[in-house]
């Protein structure tokens, strides 16, 4: 299947999925609550329906700048999409648990006028619900960043990198919501953290360099004893990866392409840091995809290896090549709860630390989100990583 076709057929069903819940929404808050100035709020829903698709499109070909407000109003509708349908699902479901209990009691009350006042109820409850976690979480996502201090204890670490800090970014998507003047903010947390190495582990953008350069210069600024690593997130991918490298190199930055670099001491001890391509890139053609051989070519076998890698599974090819710590980001922690638990069906490792096998791994929840302004059970994570 060309990729042609599977864009169109992806679409297709996102654009019926988008349809259908939009449907289900204007049922449950407009057409079963009979509500006043009916015309006016469908419409509303329309508008709501359409300005995360439209805004997306727009920011290809507008300056960021005038974008960013339509894509600030469609990725919060979008949030609260999501809320409002969990919220109803979780109501019908105890319908249909009354329901069966009232067909098992052959009971036959129904009641129009009771049925439209407990769906205007209902429809009150949920949108109290919905705005209350919105404002909860649109103030929580732009509080300052989480800084996480983590402790991970290295096998035969040498010596020398007793103490080592590495402080980890990821998913910030300039592009998305995130601006400027909020980077700047976030290069100021890490330098103040002293770190010895800053990993970058992916999705740094959505959007064409030509339109978000500006955006991302804070970078230049972040300083760290033994250097920057950048690894590509699958966003990269989506915004034409070879011209975010290069815009990246330009600040200073190491881009570890399916390649590693030694971090050595003066006393010549070392460790070696190795940095694969995300996992979708061989989509993009085959030098964009992740090669593991490639990265881990020359290393000896009793090196400690720190990997960066943004996807989380990738643990299982890393633990085949005795990694010690791995980095990655990617899953956001699933960024607004309860949709966390549908990711962790996909993201067996969704945030936080873990192992698997011989191979330490930390999930970093996402310095910045992507889509909607909001963090619920979850935060914009730094993390202060120190070995030891």
Known sequence: ????????????????????????????????????????????????????????????????????????????????????????????????????FNKFKKSN?????????????????????????????????????????????????????????????????????????????????VNELKPDMIAITGDLADGSVGFLYDEITPLKDLKSKYGVFFVTGNHEYYSGAQQW???????????????NREIILKNGQKIVVIGTNDREGGRFGKKNAPDFKKAFKDIKQESVKILLTHQPPDVENAS???????????????QIWPFGYIVQLQQKYLKGYFKYRNTQLYVNQGTGCWGPPMRLGTENEITDITLI
């Open 320 to 334: 085949k090549y005795n990694v010690d710590l791995m980095l990655s980001g990617h899953t956001h922690g699933g």
């Open 109 to 189: 009350d129904y009641n129009p006028q009771r049925r439209e006042f407990i769906s205007k109820s209902i429809a009150l409850g949920a949108s109290t619900v919905v705005f209350g976690a919105t404002a909860l979480s649109i103030k929580k996502y732009y509080d300052i960043a989480t800084v996480k201090k983590v402790k991970i204890k290295i096998k035969n670490l040498p010596d020398g990198f007793n103490r080592f800090k590495i402080v980890q970014i990821s998913d910030i998507h300039i592009g998305q919501i995130m601006r400027k003047h909020t980077l700047q903010g976030i290069v100021k947390q």
């Open 1 to 100: 299947m060309n990729r042609m076709l599977t864009l169109t057929i992806f679409f297709g069903l996102f654009a019926i999925a988008v349809f259908g819940v939009h449907y289900y929404l204007w049922k449950r808050l407009i057409k079963d609550t009979r509500l006043n100035k009916k015309k006016f709020f469908t419409v509303l829903l329309i508008f709501l329906g359409v300005s995360f698709p439209v805004s997306f499109g727009l920011a290809k070909v507008i300056p960021y700048n005038i974008s960013f407000y339509l894509l600030w109003i469609g990725n919060l509708w979008l949030g609260m999409m999501l809320l409002y349908l969990f919220s109803f699902l979780f109501i019908d479901f105890l319908y249909l648990f009354i329901y069966t």
């Open 245 to 259: 490298i290069d815009a990246v190199k330009k600040f200073g930055i190491t881009v570890l392409e399916n390649e």
